[in-house]
């Protein structure tokens, strides 16, 4: 390692620790390597013009090759280490395009943060994603692909079902299931993703998957719709219980008729029941 190296390294740290707004790992790595297409003479600058020269060039990824930059860089990305005010509405409508590219990575650490921007942006710019329909397509194509990872499944179905269209229904139940068989934690982003989509259309889902429910569970459909109705029942949505009260209402008949013991299923029930009395409570008030 130079010393130029050295002391740039001193300094990227140095600037982590800051906690400064939008500079972290993975903007300081773009930084840097804008600073090295610049062909600066960093063996003539003092550690403090060397943070000014980087600070000057954080910024969030403009092409594809300083996404790969951005991704590649550790430690993992989170949804809190993004900057909402720094990325913009045009930054989504490139950044849909080019993360699919990445999903597959070999290099997990980069896969890994591809599918965390990609679930902050259908949380945070679900609207500018949807202005360019077109945005999607490499995304489709890649849902379509059945060497996709199913790690990346969770994340797919909630950006299609965030900003796709109702031509995205089928995907989305196709990666419902592959989480449920590979990534089942993740499974209240497909719950979500469905809801956004259509809200009828995360009711569909469950009927769809429940209609082979059995009391010995062994139904591989039955359990993909009990996991995604063990996320319904979080819902803290009034409007979606109020509008769908009878439709998950003839559900919770549906668990309640198995007359089984089992204490997962009761205690779904339970749950649903309770969510029920509540809507039902509040259209009397």
């Known amino acids: 390692m130079t010393h130029s190296q050295a002391g740039l ?3 990227i740290v140095a600037l982590t620790r800051a906690k400064l707004t939008g500079v972290t790992e993975h903007t300081l790595a773009v930084a840097s390597a804008r600073l090295a297409e610049d062909a600066l ?4 600058m003092t550690e403090a013009q060397l943070g000014a020269a980087l600070l000057t060039r954080v910024r969030y990824p403009l092409d594809p090759s300083e996404m790969s930059h951005f991704l590649s860089s550790a430690p993992a990305l989170t949804p809190n280490l993004l900057a909402a005010e720094q990325i913009t509405d045009e930054h989504a409508q490139h950044y849909v395009r080019w993360l699919p590219g990445f999903l597959s990575d070999p290099a997990t650490v980069t896969s890994q943060n591809a599918r965390v921007l990609m679930g902050w942006l259908a949380s945070h710019r679900a609207e500018a994603i949807r202005a360019k329909p077109d945005g999607l397509a490499m995304l489709r194509r890649v849902a ?8 990346s499944s969770a994340y797919i179905a909630f950006m299609l079902g965030a900003c796709g269209t109702m031509d995205d229904y089928d995907r989305v139940i196709q990666h419902a299931e592959r989480v449920i068989e590979h990534d089942r934690e993740r499974i209240d982003l497909v719950a979500e993703g469905l809801y956004r989509l259509y809200p009828p259309a995360l009711i569909n889902a ?7 429910l059995r009391p010995d569970l062994k139904s591989k459909q039955a359990m993909t719709g009990l996991y995604l109705l063990e996320k319904v029942v979080e819902f803290e949505d009034s409007d979606f219980w109020k509008q769908f009260y009878d439709e998950m ?12 013991e089992n204490t997962w299923l009761e205690r779904l029930g339970d749950q649903l029941e309770k969510q029920l009395a509540y809507a039902g409570f509040e259209e009397d008030a």
């Open 144 to 151: 379509d692909d059945p060497t996709t990872s199913p790690k």
């Open 9 to 11: 390294n001193r300094v």
């Open 249 to 260: 209402d003839a559900i919770l008949g549906r668990l309640r008729d198995l007359k089984t």
């Open 41 to 44: 003479f960093l063996d003539e």
């Open 206 to 212: 469950l009927n769809f998957f429940l209609e082979g």
